[in-house]
Nanobody, 129 residues
Framework: EVRLVESGGGLVMPGGSLRLSCEAS????????MGWVRQTPGKGLEWVAV????????WYTDSVEGRFTISRDNAKSVMSLDMTNLKTENTAMYYC??????????????????????RGQGTQVTVSS
């Protein structure tokens, strides 16, 4: 059974930083592209960042490019999202997401509909003064 458990969310002031983590189990972590998706009230799910199986390739949505960094540790089956210079518009529920198929190009993941991939329960990030 695939299990994705997010942690690290919380309340932070604008300009602050947070590190989200995702602990994965139940599948061969190193064989799958992984990513983060988020959902804000009244809006659908959107891809935030995606990393390739080995971590050498990554993609970010334009609004977080240069401020967020996605990484993974395949030995520990953990993926992280380092978020810096946070803005109020980054407030959302953040979910860890797994590619449904192994060894695909990352564009196959970030161009897919986020509702169609396996996700964890999410961790809330609130950016507010």
């Amino acid at each position: 059974e695939v299990r994705l458990v997010e942690s690290g969310g919380g309340l932070v002031m604008p300009g602050g930083s947070l590190r989200l983590s995702c602990e994965a189990s139940g599948f061969i972590f190193s064989s799958y592209d992984m990513g983060w998706v988020r959902q804000t009230p009244g809006k659908g799910l959107e891809w935030v960042a995606v990393t390739s199986t080995g971590g050498s390739s990554s993609w970010y949505t334009d609004s977080v490019e240069g401020r967020f960094t996605i990484s993974r540790d395949n030995a520990k089956s953990v993926m992280s999202l380092d978020m810096t210079n946070l803005k109020t518009e980054n407030t959302a529920m953040y979910y860890c997401a797994k590619d449904p198929l192994p060894y695909r190009a990352i564009r196959m993941l970030y161009s897919s509909t986020p509702t169609g991939v396996e996700r964890g329960q999410g961790t809330q990030v609130t950016v507010s003064s």
